[in-house]
């Protein structure tokens, strides 16, 4: 049974930085694109950043640009998020997605809330 769990969310202060992790189990981690994707209250859920399966390509949002960074530990079955210089905007709850397109599959994780205030 395929499984994403989430953590590394909590409340941090404006500028701080967080790192989020997303462990994987029940597929072939290695042969997914992962993501993150976040969403507020009322909004659509929005691409944050995804991966390649070998690591090699990223793509993230204009608004995390610089701040963000996506990584994967093929071995370990994870997918990091490191967020720096964070602003209240980027208040959300943060969901960690494994996509095999080829075998229409895909898996979402539980979420994770992440709050950027004062």
């Known amino acids: 049974q395929a499984q994403l769990v989430e953590s590394g969310g909590g409340l941090v202060q404006p500028g701080g930085s967080l790192r989020l992790s997303c462990a994987a189990s029940?597929?072939?981690?290695?042969?997914?694109?992962m993501s993150w994707y976040r969403q507020t209250p009322g909004k659509e859920r929005e691409l944050v950043a995804s991966i390649t399966m070998t690591g090699d390509n990223t793509n993230y949002a204009d608004s995390v640009k610089g701040r963000f960074t996506i990584s994967r530990d093929n071995a370990e079955n994870t997918v990091y998020l490191q967020m720096n210089s964070l602003k209240p905007e980027d208040t959300a709850v943060y969901y960690c997605?494994?996509?095999?397109?080829?075998?229409?599959?895909?898996?979402w994780g539980q979420g994770t809330q992440v709050t950027v205030s004062s």
């Open positions: 029940g597929f072939t981690f290695s042969r997914s694109v």
């Open positions: 997605h494994a996509a095999r397109v080829v075998f229409r599959e895909y898996y």
